[in-house]
């Protein structure tokens, strides 16, 4: 599909973003990426409205648990990771849709970002990732940004921002 026919394509948004999704949870990690750059296109274009509930799948997702005891012994379960990493692309792909304003789930977004900070390597390049273009792209007029977000999420931002920095 070509950028410039998106606004002729607007009565199939709804099964583009459907097809799109499936992708951000395909085995193959280029397809999740690839999936989850055009998601973020579409938001930012407005194609596709970002809502609450979009957040709230992708946070769902984001929370698949991805390990199983067996044996006693701790075993990774590949699906899962797959899961958990397609909801963080996705939660990704909220944030990169706004790149010079933070709207409204922004913050909550950001939050979900930071309390995996710690995952598996694979999803913490991602949101390392993720959260470098952010500051990078909101710097200029942090100033003015910072109102958007409470006291408590500023805290959790610059530790996660800080030590990804410090320790990469």
Same mark, same amino acid.
């Given at each position: 599909?070509?950028? !410039?026919?998106?606004?002729? *394509?607007?009565?199939? *948004?709804?099964?583009?973003?459907?097809?799109?999704?499936?992708?951000?949870? $395909? =085995?193959?990690?280029?397809?999740?990426? &690839?999936?989850? #750059?055009? #998601?973020?296109?579409?938001?930012?274009?407005?194609?596709?409205? +970002?809502? @609450?509930?979009?957040?709230?799948?992708?946070?769902?997702?984001?929370?698949?648990?991805?390990?199983?005891?067996?044996?006693?012994?701790? +075993?990774?379960? /590949?699906?899962?990771? +797959?899961?958990?990493?397609?909801?963080?692309?996705? +939660?990704?792909?909220?944030?990169? !849709?706004?790149?010079?304003?933070?709207?409204?789930?922004?913050?909550? &977004?950001?939050?979900?970002?930071?309390? %995996?900070?710690? $995952?598996?390597?694979?999803? @913490?390049?991602?949101?390392?990732?993720? #959260?470098? =273009?952010?500051?990078?792209?909101? %710097? $200029?007029?942090?100033?003015? %940004?910072? @109102? @958007?977000?409470? =006291?408590? /999420?500023? &805290?959790?931002?610059?530790?996660?921002?800080?030590? %990804?920095?410090?320790? *990469?």
């Amino acid at each position: 599909m070509i950028f !410039s026919n998106l606004f002729n *394509a607007r009565p199939y *948004a709804k099964q583009f973003h459907e097809i799109v999704l499936k992708c951000l949870f $395909d =085995e193959q990690l280029e397809v999740r990426i &690839a999936a989850s #750059l055009t #998601l973020s296109g579409f938001y930012q274009c407005g194609y596709i409205q +970002v809502t @609450q509930e979009y957040l709230k799948y992708f946070r769902e997702m984001s929370k698949t648990i991805y390990f199983t005891k067996i044996k006693g012994k701790k +075993v990774i379960l /590949q699906k899962n990771i +797959v899961k958990r990493h397609g909801g963080i692309l996705g +939660v990704c792909a909220i944030v990169s !849709s706004s790149p010079y304003d933070i709207p409204i789930y922004v913050p909550d &977004a950001l939050m979900i970002l930071c309390e %995996h900070s710690h $995952d598996p390597d694979l999803i @913490q390049k991602s949101i390392k990732k993720c #959260l470098s =273009e952010f500051r990078r792209t909101h %710097h $200029d007029s942090w100033h003015e %940004h910072r @109102q @958007q977000f409470t =006291e408590d /999420q500023l &805290a959790i931002l610059a530790d996660v921002l800080i030590s %990804h920095s410090y320790y *990469a």
